[in-house]
Nanobody, 122 residues
């Protein structure tokens, strides 16, 4: 099983930036698409952003377009989610997941991390 480890969450103020990382220690996941999802308190988990295995195609939820950027560093076996201009509504637990194809449906993703908390508050 290809495990995922997320890192980079924290408490920030509105307008601040954070960079989340998703690594697969001891494994290569260059053949997997990676998706970022988030779950806010009392809400269902939702798709945020995704990137294909090659890094050539990305997809973003409308709510984060222009503010979040997903990228991957194959040499470091890591996928990043750069989060700029953060808003209070971005507060959630963020999860990364690996799957064979890039889709917004979380059911397609096979391997999940434990999540990292992002809190945006003044």
């Amino acid at each position: 099983q290809v495990q995922r480890v997320e890192a980079g969450g924290g408490l920030v103020q509105p307008g601040d930036s954070l960079r989340l990382s998703c690594a697969a220690p001891g494994r290569t996941f260059s053949s997997y698409a990676t998706g970022w999802f988030r779950q806010a308190p009392g809400k269902e988990r939702e798709f945020v952003a995704g990137i294909t295995s090659s890094g050539g195609l990305t997809d973003y939820a409308d709510s984060v377009k222009g503010r979040l950027t997903i990228s991957r560093d194959t040499a470091k076996n890591t996928v990043y989610l750069q989060m700029n201009s953060l808003k209070s509504e971005d507060t959630a637990v963020y999860y990364c997941a690996a799957g064979r194809i890039l889709v917004r449906n979380e059911g397609v993703y096979d391997y999940w991390g434990q999540g990292t908390q992002v809190t945006v508050s003044s």
